[in-house]
């Protein structure tokens, strides 16, 4: 087959099967269409001709312009510099050639896209490779706009088959050569608007069979571009799963900024009627080769870009952090204001998981200031916390602002200084809580329950960062029953056996919030007592609060412990923890040690029996470190480790004495 416009038919009839019939495929036969519309692209390959000329038979219609006439000079001399290496390697004209690459191209992608993985791999890595023979030595001359598209698509495709086998490593080296790809285009683009008045882009793949009159120069380069975005997608997700956390972030936001520069440019074309911009990003135009596209979804992006803030909420870059909460937030009022009814569900539940983060953020600024305040009590020099004030975000996502208003966010939402006093602390406190509060009642109990006791755990923590920021004891110890009074009653309800690993950090949060309060009962009681304030009665009634305090807290750390025994008859706990579960197991008994000891007792014996438990449980865990063969236990609680070898040389010493005078 030699006649283009008869090869031209043929593709176009494919893309029409593949990209618009396959969508009215029926669920039982999902690949219909498209393992159709796989044998059109087999008998072009079987029947093309190996020497069809580059040289268009009719260029008038390329005269009419000087940017056509430009286009046709560059088709037609990048066409001509791989002639004679596709002569002499594959005994094929170049224009015979690219048009084989391209319907192998699309057939590997047909294979991909219906499940026949190694297949579609091996047409791509046999095309990669003959397109690599045809590069000159130097990076700078390889750049060939006539398939720079189908070669940069081609790597993407690859890498989409080597992350789907999970060989990331591989993956790495397909990103080196696609940023390669993309750079070198970036030299030769810069270079030729030097030269020239006309920029050298990529041509569309469609073009190898021939040159399209309907697309501009800034058609083609924005479509290339947009390529480039997808690439850049998939990187942020690989570099994810190799958990290199700072590339992933960084790839995250190129493609977040290359959507909303998309964007900015469709919106000011539809002069302020930007509910049509789906509905032409999606169209598929046939005259010009469909392609993989991140599509600006509002939804989406919001979604992205609160989850690249916690990357930077870790980082302590609070500024960087807010900015991507702000433009969340933004695009999330006005989907609120916009969404239609059928939807409206959804929104609220998918902006609902996006605003946790904002709750994630209050949380991690209030450990942050603490950290700053409490560094600074050693550091009589102020000037690093001042340094942490008014800082600036490293980049700004340039929203439209007919459409989204950025600026009413930014005034409404949670600073990013740190606290640096309790006035502070509760302002972000007060933002963090009504947030925690407003998508619980998304998020209930029945219908979301790991959902809700996380939500719930969250509020907790806030009033525990709260906490170190308030002086009065007593009102410490309000926040701590609070804390109780959102934890406890789910702790108590939940079903250890549908939601075991939640049952075991509640129960361990509750153990641990009673030592707390009892730590707070404990110094307000001697405190009271050293300066005579207390009367008989309520020393009594103090001692009493503590002891109960004190065995609730065992309680609770002996629940939590009761779900790790071994079964079936759960009398023991095992000879050895799971790794995940090593520390919060020793730890567990730690407390136990800690809460035997604090417990007032008159009566030696009761104060015996305590001090025995104590020395029990602190035995066990230098027990459990010293006899581990691999030293995860002694790594991890080496603190506790030494803190219970030092207890356990003079409890005994304790315990004779309270002995003799039982005697």
Known sequence: MKDLEVIKEKYNEYLNLYYVESIKDPEEEPYKT?????????????????????????????????????????????????????????????????????????????????????????????????LDELNPSTPIEEYNPLFYNLKLSSFNELVFVWSSRNNYKKCLNLIQTIEEIYECYKQKKNLSISENKFETVPFDPSELISLNKKLSLKKRQDNFEALYTHSLYFFAQIYAKLDEKEKSALYCQQTLQRQIDEHNEVIDGLRGNPDEYEEIIKSKNLDEQPQERVLFSPLDWATHAAALSQYYVCEYDFATARHCLCCAEAILDKLNSSEKKENEEKLKEQAASIRRCWAKYAIELLKASRSKLLASTEQPDQNDLISQLDKSSKFHFNLPSQVYNLDLCERNAITSNIALDFAQAKQIFLKGQQILNEIKQVFVIDGYVTDHCEIARDLSELYACLIFFEEDMERKCKMQKRRLDILQPICDELSEQFYLSLKRQLLFDVGTIYSELLDLKLDIFREKKEQNELSSEKSTQSVSKINHLASKSIEYFNRFLNTMKVQPEKKFLPEKFDDHNIRPALLAKFYLGRLYSKIIAVEPSKRLENLKQTLDSYSYICDYCEKEDNNTAMNIMINEYQACKEMITFLPAQMEKLRFLMK
């Open 34 to 130: 498209k393992y159709a519309s796989r044998k059109i692209l087999v008998n072009l390959l079987e029947e093309l001709d190996g020497q069809i000329p580059y040289l268009l038979e009719d260029t008038n219609d390329f005269l009419q312009s000087e940017e056509q006439s430009h286009l046709l000079r560059q088709y037609e001399s990048f066409s001509s510099n791989v002639e004679q290496l596709t002569q002499k390697k594959f005994s094929k004209s170049s224009k015979s050639f690219l048009i084989e690459k391209l319907i192998e191209f699309n057939l590997a992608k047909n294979y991909i896209d219906t499940e026949e993985i190694e297949s579609g791999e091996k047409i791509l890595s046999k095309l990669v490779k003959e």
